[in-house]
């Protein structure tokens, strides 16, 4: 029963293709993040959406593009993968003063 | 299976007095833990973590505490401010680098007046 599930797990892809990573949330939560760990293992916040509205856009690239269908779903697409793209891509999601959950997370790695 | 377990949903602390977040885990691997703090309709943001060669890691009023043994670790606010009012969590990695950050759920601190 989980209640926020990223795909893939795990993804190795090479320099230069395009790539997504989905997540969706099954807790009717309206608040869902991505997130980037960085080598020190701090969680870096890519962008946060409400309601399918982009509230917090941090400075990334702009090949890496968060869409949300629904209040169920923010996927991450990256386009022309660089080798320093390789990471760990958490989702999360919130409600009000809930706690969040979090994804599994996701480790890409670019060869 | 949850590897990171804070027991503890919610937690209310006067203010000026002392919080004490709690958090177990499960797997003797892990060797690096590590505490964020999230507002409301906010990312969370790392406040302070600890080596498994440490048992004590100090940043100002935010101590962390480990006990291997007992697998617990524990995060003290001394002494605690209304702006500390937020959500915790837990979180732990293994030795290798570029592995996950496994996250407990989270405790809700509520400093009151």
């Known amino acids: 029963d989980t209640a926020v599930s990223q795909t893939p797990k795990y993804l190795v892809t090479q320099m230069g293709n395009d790539k997504s990573i989905k997540c969706e949330q099954n807790l009717g939560h309206d608040t869902m993040y991505w997130y980037k760990q960085d080598s020190k293992k701090f969680l870096k916040i890519m962008f946060s959406?409400?309601?399918?509205?982009?509230?917090i856009n941090e400075t990334v690239p702009n090949r890496f593009s968060p869409k949300s269908p629904d209040k169920a779903h923010l996927n991450l697409h990256i386009n022309s993968l660089e080798l320093g793209d390789s990471a760990v891509y958490f989702c999360?999601?919130?409600?009000?003063?809930?706690?969040?959950?979090f994804g599994q997370g996701t480790r890409l790695t670019v060869v | 299976d949850q590897q990171v377990k804070q027991n503890s949903p919610s937690l209310s602390v006067q203010e000026g007095r002392i919080s004490i977040l709690n958090c177990d885990y499960t797997n003797s691997m892990f060797d690096y833990f590590l505490w964020y703090k999230k507002y409301p309709a906010e990312g969370p943001t790392f406040l302070i973590s600890?080596?498994?060669?440490?048992d004590k890691n100090e940043d100002g009023r935010f101590t962390v505490f480990l006990n291997k043994s007992a697998k617990h670790l524990s995060l003290h606010i001394v002494p605690s401010q209304p702006g500390d009012s937020a959500v915790y969590f837990c979180?732990?990695?293994?030795?290798?680098?570029?592995?996950?950050?496994?996250f407990g759920k989270g405790t809700r601190l509520h400093i009151l007046p």
């Open positions: 979180a732990a990695s293994f030795p290798n680098r570029d592995d996950k950050i496994i």
């Open positions: 600890i080596s498994s060669i440490k």
């Open positions: 959406y409400n309601n399918k509205e982009l509230i």
């Open positions: 999360a999601s919130s409600q009000g003063y809930q706690g969040a959950f």
